[in-house]
């Protein structure tokens, strides 16, 4: 039975009284990301196609001249089976952004209770903002309080993660960040099959077209309301790692990372959206084969 280590989150309450403002007082900064993601738009035509057309529409959205610079990682599986659907440059290493936030937050839920407490809080609740909010301050003191790096390198480790990842912060400001898209796929996976805390995790994280950092995104696609993901955003720097429900093919675990210096933020977003939007218009009407 995991130890809840009260102790140790009473030394990180006493760390975030001076790290970070009061949840009700959030500092502008803490939105960049979302400011960023409230103008985003998926521009593809929602129409419905085959899963075996999936790779073409993907290749046609990532392929396009604008992105000739680009570097894409992009993994996207079933849950249930782990049938691979779509990759890309899945074990290139790739800055990822505030994506990084899942693997803090994971592993903070391995070692900690969810209701353990923090300051006035609890670790749940902490959770909830770091990954809808994408709050900077306290997603890398959460880190520096469950003990660094190496902390989240053995709770992840302990599910069976990989270690195809370089974390450099909480947060995800710093570039020296390196994740793997296949990594988060595996982080994701295995959190929501075998991990403590799953249900808090899968909560907490941005619903298309809803809540979150993705309020402003997917709105009347087939997109809203079934993507649960964390978006990630630096300048050149642009991610979505998290889950679909499909309605006719179960949950898709999948992660697209895009790095490209001096693109315009919008063009890689609104690929992005375009690709989940794909994602989400799969159906077994337009095969000529069922899937």
Known sequence: MRQKRLASLASLTVLIATAIAPMGNLRAETFAEASETETSIAQSVAVGICPNQLQQAIDTTIGNPTFSGAKWGIHVETLEDGRVLYTHGTNQYLIPASNIKILTTAAALQLYDPLSPIQSSN????????????????????LRGIGGT?????????????????????????????????????ILKAIVQRGHGKEVFYASLPVAGRSGTLAGR???????????????TLNGVRALSGYLEHPEYGVLVF?????????????????????????????????????
């Open 150 to 186: 190496q902390a989240v390198r053995s709770a992840l480790g302990r599910l069976g993660v990989s270690s195809d990842y370089r974390q450099a912060d909480g947060s995800g400001l710093s570039r020296n960040n390196l994740v793997t898209p296949s990594a988060l796929v595996d």
């Open 218 to 232: 997917f709105q009347s696609t087939p997109a809203q309301g079934i993507v649960h993901a964390k978006t990630g």
């Open 255 to 291: 992660s697209i990372l895009v790095n490209q210096p001096g693109q315009s933020g919008q063009r890689l977003l609104n690929a992005i959206d375009n690709i989940v939007v794909r994602m989400a218009s799969m159906n077994s009407g337009s095969c000529s084969r069922r899937f």
């Open 123 to 142: 670790l749940g609740a902490w959770v909830r903002t770091i990954l809808q909010r994408s709050h900077n301050g306290y997603a890398d003191t959460l």
